[in-house]
């Protein structure tokens, strides 16, 4: 595939790479490194270019690399540049040899990484966010003391509508004493997920939610029983982090066996509303995204938002959306500035719910880091 980029594009992409070099990946060394080299590198970055516009973000960069790397290991052929990869065996730290070793990875597969870039979207499918999700339904389950059908929007494997299955334990972030776990009896096979509690407030509703039905509906819905699409959703996840790997291969196994239903649709708007007719009126619909939105194009985020806030004040709807505060406050206006916002990967978990009076009303339940890692409980 051959593209030329406008420069001014280049260099608006060089300074992505150079921000995300910083805070934003901070926890992975190897990942700070790549984005670095890119950053200094014009026709490195250029790569990301053959992307739509609204994917042009260096974490699809990186996935894409990752993801070649995973794949030529698949086929028994084990470039240098993989030995910086803890995801397939490797161990070696970023050195002064991983730029020349990166040069050489990128020049020989050019065209397939373009590909890959060009026809993919990051796709995390993080179930460490269901760490901050599970406490809100059972805020919302004991305070309706009603069921849910739960709507994931923009799902990707769906993983996240396993929700209720997963196992999680809380502790507290200034001590590390366990605040609270779920049950025992919960199945062992599923993964666990560990959240520290920043200090201040602490979830407290007990209830368990029942989830009468779930659905998920993506742009392009991975199937889980497809190796080549849940490599590319390993390839998504950062490669220093074996936790997440091992949560994420659970919670694939556990899925396979679940056959939740997945939709895709190019029309969010329209396919929340379809679904809504779908929902009994004893049933509190829940209409939950994840670090989705930030890649909706204005006039679509736009739509989407007025379309979902309307079934909220007219159908009763509940919409969750975990996203950047930033980017909250385009719904919210009046979302609370809150001191966690401003600690690395900060992720706003704003809620909005029927008022009574033909309106919404608005919650901030939590703030946290984007894969689930630590929170802060309400405002």
């Excluded at 990051?122 to 389950?141: F, H, K, M, S, Y």
């Excluded at 849910?148 to 990707?156: E, N, P, R």
């Excluded at 895709?264 to 989705?292: G, H, K, N, Q």
Aim: aromatic residues 8%; charged residues 20%; glycine residues 6%.
């Amino acid at each position: 595939m051959t593209t030329s980029p406008d420069p001014a594009v280049i260099a608006a992409l060089q300074k992505q790479f150079a921000w995300f070099s910083g805070p934003a990946l901070q926890d992975d060394p190897l990942y700070q490194a790549l984005a670095d080299c890119a950053a200094r590198r014009a026709d490195w970055a250029a790569l990301l270019a053959a992307a739509p516009a609204n994917q042009r973000w260096p974490m699809l960069w990186l996935a894409a690399l990752q993801d070649r790397v995973m794949a030529l290991v698949d086929a028994g052929e084990r470039p240098p540049l993989a030995e910086y990869y803890a995801s397939v065996g490797g161990t070696r730290a970023p050195d002064a040899a991983l730029e020349g070793l990166l040069g050489d990875f990128i020049e020989q597969h050019r065209a397939a990484l373009e590909q890959v870039i060009a026809t993919h979207a990051t796709q995390t499918n993080e179930i460490g966010r269901c760490a901050v999700l599970w406490p809100i339904l059972q805020d919302l389950a004991e305070s309706t003391g009603r069921r849910i059908a739960l709507l994931d929007v923009g799902c990707s494997a769906g993983l996240n509508l396993g929700v209720d299955r997963w196992r999680y334990r809380y502790v507290d972030d200034a001590t590390g004493a366990l605040l609270s776990a779920t049950p025992a009896d919960r199945d062992p096979a599923a993964p666990e997920i560990t959240c520290r509690v920043l200090t201040g407030a602490r979830p407290s509703a007990t209830a368990v939610p029942e989830i009468a039905s779930r659905r998920g509906i993506d742009l392009a819905p991975v199937a889980v029983d497809d190796p080549v699409a849940v490599r590319w959703l390993r390839a998504c996840l950062w490669p220093h982090d074996a936790e997440r790997r091992r949560r994420f291969d659970a919670a694939v196994a556990i899925a396979r066996n679940q056959h939740w239903p997945l939709s895709a649709t190019t029309d969010a708007a329209a396919s929340i509303v379809d679904w809504l007719r779908e929902v009994p009126d004893d049933t509190l619909p829940i209409i939950f995204d994840s670090w989705v939105l930030s890649y909706f194009e204005a006039d679509l985020l736009r739509r989407h938002v007025d379309t979902v806030l309307a079934q909220v004040a007219g159908r009763g709807a509940v919409w969750i959306s975990a996203d950047d505060p930033k980017l909250s406050r385009t719904w919210w206006p009046g979302k609370p500035d809150v001191a966690a916002d401003r600690r690395a990967n900060a992720t706003s978990w704003t809620v909005a719910r029927p008022d009574g009076q033909g309106g919404v009303a608005w919650t901030l339940a939590a703030t946290s880091h984007a894969h689930g890692r630590w929170m802060q409980w309400g405002a």
